[in-house]
DNA sequence: CCTAGTACTCTAGAATGTCAAGTGCTCTGC
DNA sequence: GCAGAGCACTTGACATTCTAGAGTACTAGG
């Protein structure tokens, strides 16, 4: 893809991987709980079925998302972290962090179902 | 662009941040030290020119990087980062540390010159 | 003068992501 | 049993985003 003279540093892949778009949305849903197709479609919220099967398709490839059909019909899928991909939880854990200190524009709301953690802040 | 029945989370739009292409390089880049455009250019690899200066000014605009412009004939500017800039180090190395220990295909190779700075191994 | 360097901007085109609809089937309600 | 909703995706047309590569305006070194 690119023929850098940068050479392979994993965290350089890393980053390439990470910075995909939806990819670390999904993985934040998918720390929460394991999810269906349209119900992590839901919870991610605004990507669109292609992208996710895409990216799905992807993290299962570099073993960081594992999926389960449970039955084929009437269609049941179970996507959920593996190993590595419970390892992310540092990441997003490290980005969780830094919004609630430093995200510009921090419009707050009343969340009181969605994410019964943080927010305590205040 | 979405209207989203979830909302505002800092964190999600912490995400959409960060998963700008570039976003984490630039800021790895960053980290070491302070870069000039070109430089800086250089120090991501393979990103190029209208992207990169895209890049810089919406990090600008958050208040994550700082350009000083030194001098402007010959142009010389100085890009680095501020305090939230230096705050997102948490993330980085959170990544840092996954790569390392999770990165799928992990290709090492003598890295002496190139990447000597990094967090390194703590 | 010529080359190399600085910081960018511009235009066309390639890559990437999106929208809406569709597939095949089952389950709920009536 | 039949409409309507749900599941997990796929497909094809379209929009947005990123890229390559050249160009601008200028200085320093040879």
Redo the contacts between chains.
């Keep these: 893809m690119?023929g850098?003279?940068?050479?392979?540093?994993?965290?350089?892949?890393?980053?390439d991987l990470?910075?995909?778009?939806?990819?670390?949305?999904i993985v934040?849903s998918l720390l929460e709980r394991p999810h269906g197709f349209n119900e992590l479609s839901r919870a991610v919220?605004?990507v669109n079925t292609s992208t996710l099967a895409a990216r799905l398709e992807q993290l299962e490839r570099?073993?960081?998302v594992l999926k389960t059909v449970e039955s084929v019909m009437p269609p049941k899928t179970r996507y959920e972290l593996t190993?590595?991909g419970v390892?992310?939880h540092?990441?997003v854990?490290?980005?969780?962090?830094?919004?609630?200190?430093?995200?510009?524009?921090?419009?707050?709301?009343a969340?009181g179902a969605?994410?019964g953690a943080g927010v305590a802040t205040a």
């Design positions: 690119r850098d003279p940068h050479a392979f540093c994993p965290v350089y892949d890393s980053i990470l910075q995909e778009k939806w990819v670390l949305h934040r919220g605004g570099l073993g960081i190993d590595s390892a992310l540092g990441v854990d490290a980005i969780e962090a830094w919004a609630r200190t430093h995200m510009p524009r921090c419009r707050e709301h969340e969605t994410d």
